[in-house]
């Protein structure tokens, strides 16, 4: 017989609840079968998927200690209350995590975003809150790879932007990353995305923001958007990077993901590679490659 769910605030936590959680925190996790009758753990976020099984749940962070559940927890148990890594399991709980970041940011806003575009759906959706944000008089620094620099949709969602905003690109750029007032970050912990880490740390939060600005300055400025790419004895710095990763082994699809670009594109760009060094084959082109000197040569 199935056990009647009722909703929960997390003050408000049954004894059912209290207990799976309390259990949680003790053993370190729990599986996912035993919290079926209590989804507001899920819920609330108070047990989290397991990143290396997601068939396992462990304990997430209660809210600072108050009248309601944390005070009947042991002293122990509420250290969950401390967290500063916390799992957002699923695209609705990331998105409103960042949401409420966007909301209460107050000086500035990183953001890495990888990949060649971004659909113009997402950046019709974004523009509203990303705008705010700009009107509060806070400044937004995205970076992005080359390839966006040929994106319309996203030059087209700049445009429109007003406020202290800019825009730069590199070859290739970190996975995902937002820093809001060097007060909290987040970063992806699934390839799919379905899985984020809301950081609080002061530590990592640094980091992080370190890395952006130390990325930021090798990066070019977004604009002007058609500044052709220099080229060095008929190779493009495209290329050249394209060249790097020809060297490190990798495919033509690990290439295309690594720059942000299709695999068609990444073949014409190494085709023309191959047809500027006189190469034949796929094994001769590295050589040829590192023979050269092309990868010395400042990009």
């Known amino acids: 017989m199935a056990t009647k769910r009722l909703p929960h605030a997390v003050e408000e936590l049954c004894e059912a609840g209290l207990s799976v959680y309390a259990r949680a925190v003790s053993e370190g996790r729990i599986h996912r079968s035993e919290a079926g009758a209590v ?16 068939q396992w749940l462990r304990p997430g962070s209660l809210p600072a200690p108050h009248d ?3 005070a009947h927890l042991p002293a122990s148990e509420a250290a969950a209350a401390g967290s500063s890594i916390t799992v957002l399991d699923g695209i609705s709980r990331i998105n409103s995590a960042i949401d409420r970041a966007m909301k209460d940011v107050r000086d500035e806003f990183l953001a890495v975003q990888p990949g060649g575009t971004r659909p113009p759906e997402t950046l019709a959706e974004v523009f509203p809150r990303d705008q705010a944000l700009l009107t509060r008089g ?15 949709p996203v030059l087209a969602y700049f445009e429109q932007l007003d406020g202290d905003i800019e825009a730069r690109t590199l070859d290739e750029v970190t996975d995902r990353l937002f820093v809001f007032d060097r007060t909290v970050a987040f970063v992806p912990a699934s390839k799919d995305r379905s899985i984020a880490l809301e950081l609080r740390h002061p530590a990592l939060v640094e980091y992080f923001a370190t890395t952006f600005w130390r990325l930021w300055r090798l990066a070019t400025p977004m ?10 004895g008929g190779i493009t710095t495209r290329q050249r990077a394209i060249a790097g990763l020809l060297v490190e082994g990798l495919t033509d699809a690990e290439i295309a993901d690594r720059l942000g670009m299709n695999i068609r594109t990444a073949r014409v760009h190494i085709a023309k590679l191959a047809a500027t060094l006189g190469s034949h084959s796929r094994a001769q082109l590295g ?12 990009g």
């Open 287 to 298: 050589f040829l490659i590192a023979r050269s000197g092309l990868l010395n040569q400042q």
């Open 138 to 152: 806070c400044r937004m620094r995205t970076l992005y790879q080359h390839t966006t620099r040929h994106s319309l």
């Open 39 to 54: 989804p507001c753990l899920v819920e609330l976020g108070l047990l989290r998927s397991d990143l290396d099984d997601r």
């Open 68 to 70: 309601g559940c944390a």
């Open 223 to 232: 604009w002007p958007q058609a500044a052709p790419q220099p080229s060095e």
